[in-house]
């Protein structure tokens, strides 16, 4: 594999001259600000809502570089981590010329973006069992292929990919690697981030949406070498996260061990789940988990999802997507949720048998 980061960069994003914001040309202290026609007055909120944020959010930078042991160099933060997935695809790929691979069942937003930018896409099933086929994504690399997205643990299968098949990868392919790990902190596999300087085609996604509950600030992650780092910082919207945002998320980061607590239950929760699915009688599959949602395949799911809506309980129904049919995927709920939903899913055994 011979990875070379400037063939990859698209021209116009190499010679961009990016936009110097008031706050990236001067951000030291001083008494009166009069450079980026903020309002002086104040805001209708207390606080310093008036001034723009810092464009590179180094305070939270700082806390998440402590709890996943990497150097701010090596993260870029997004508008939850959709904006990463764009702001990739954008510096990378040329419009109908370069072309992007994603191996579905998968998260839905590689696709999207991908058309939104007018980038092609290659689509290579997972095998049967959910996990990557090797071959087929080998003999569909060609040299257009500038992207690989991964997901793992996957959406909407809750698996893990084998270890082995993504470094394969890894190592293999002289594009970029975006491995998408939403969910890893649910998972019983260890995150890429340490092996980040071994590979350097490997993009790291994570989000605070998930396992860290806090899906409303929008705060996504993405580590990755310097040089994509520095690459993706050019095109990022200055001030991509709120002053609010960073205020909130720099406290909640704090909060380690209450979030370590809340995977713990969601864990347990879904083994429980898991297991209770299994015995109902139209259920067919119960799928393994890393995640904190369980995919079921089931008799006739878009009736079962119907019942479920009717008594105000929403979950994902999955069933016309690409082996997944007749599935639908479960958020693992609390305890009194999970219980709401099976004695709605037992209610429904007793008119099917
Ligand atoms: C939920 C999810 C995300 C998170 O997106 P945000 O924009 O950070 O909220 C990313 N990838 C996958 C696979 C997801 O399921």
């Known amino acids: 594999m011979n990875f070379d980061l400037n063939r990859l960069v698209r021209e116009n994003i190499k010679n961009l001259k990016p936009y110097s914001s008031a706050r990236s040309e001067y951000s030291g202290a001083a008494n009166i600000f009069l450079d980026a026609n903020e309002n002086s007055f104040g805001s209708p909120l207390t606080k310093w809502y008036n001034r723009y944020p810092d464009p590179l959010q180094q305070e939270v930078k700082k806390k998440i570089s402590v709890i996943k042991n990497i150097k701010s160099e090596h993260i870029v933060l997004g508008n939850g981590s959709d904006e990463c997935i764009d702001l990739i695809i954008r510096a990378f790929c040329n419009p109908k010329e370069d ?9 839905g937003m590689y696709e999207v973006y991908a058309h939104i930018n007018d980038v092609p896409l290659k689509q ?8 990557l086929d090797l071959e087929a994504l080998e003999n569909s690399i060609d040299e257009k292929t500038k992207i690989i997205f991964l997901c793992s643990p996957n959406n909407p299968t809750g698996n893990n990919l084998n270890r082995e098949d993504i470094e394969t990868v890894l190592t293999n392919f002289d594009g970029l690697v975006v491995l ?3 969910y890893i902190n649910y998972s019983r596999h260890r995150s890429f981030i340490a092996d980040l300087n071994e590979y350097p085609n490997l993009v790291i996604l994570q989000t605070l949406s998930k396992a860290w509950g806090l899906a409303s600030l929008r705060l996504g992650m993405l580590f990755s070498s310097e040089a994509i780092v520095a690459v993706l910082n050019t095109i990022k919207p200055p001030y991509n996260i709120s002053g609010a945002t960073q205020e909130l998320v720099v406290k909640a980061l704090d909060n380690v061990e209450e979030v370590n607590n809340m995977i713990v239950e969601t864990v347990k929760e879904r083994a429980h789940l898991a297991e209770i699915l299994a015995q109902l009688p139209f259920v067919q599959t119960v799928y393994p988990s890393d995640a904190n949602f369980i995919l079921v ?10 019942i479920l809506k009717s008594k105000g309980i929403i979950v994902r129904n999955r069933s016309t997507v690409i082996l997944c049919q007749d599935c639908l995927r479960i958020t693992v709920g609390t305890a009194e949720q999970n219980k709401q939903l099976i004695e709605t899913l037992q209610e429904h055994k007793q008119e099917y048998v």
């Open 124 to 131: 290579v099933p997972l095998l049967s069992h959910f996990n």
């Open 99 to 107: 072309n992007i691979i994603i191996c579905p069942p998968t998260y």
């Open 297 to 306: 395949k089931m008799d006739n799911a878009s009736a079962i999802y119907d």
């Open 180 to 182: 998408d790990e939403a």
